[in-house]
């Protein structure tokens, strides 16, 4: 993806940019790409995970948000909302709403 370097890529062959990983995937689904690093939660919940095979892991890393130092007091609030959400299915709504961003996601079968 535009933007982000990973490790290895010296080995990956031709680099063609994606703006974001919606528009990856529909590339891999209608066989404009050959291979693509996607988060995993990101596929499972687009449409065309049935057109796309997941290969092994290329890495993995938790996700983080940094804070300045004066605003500590921060720091559990946002943990708490982060935790909120994601119980309650509010962070799969927002993957799923990322994902049907201007029609991102309407492809017909390839």
Not at 18 to 34: F, H, K, M, P
Not at 82 to 94: A, F, T, V, Y
């Amino acid at each position: 993806m535009r933007g982000f370097d990973y490790r290895g890529s010296e080995h990956f062959g031709e680099r063609i940019n994606y703006n974001n990983e919606v528009t990856l995937i529909r590339a891999l689904a209608l066989g404009r790409a050959d291979v693509g690093i996607v988060n995993e939660d990101i596929l499972s919940a687009s449409p065309q995970r049935s057109h796309v095979d997941m290969g092994p892991i290329h890495d993995e890393a938790s996700l983080h948000i940094r804070i300045h130092r004066s605003r500590e007091d921060l720091v559990d609030p946002i943990n708490n909302a982060i935790e909120r959400i994601i119980l309650n299915g509010k962070r799969d709504q927002i993957v799923k709403g990322y994902l049907n961003q201007e029609g991102s996601t309407r492809v017909g079968t390839p």
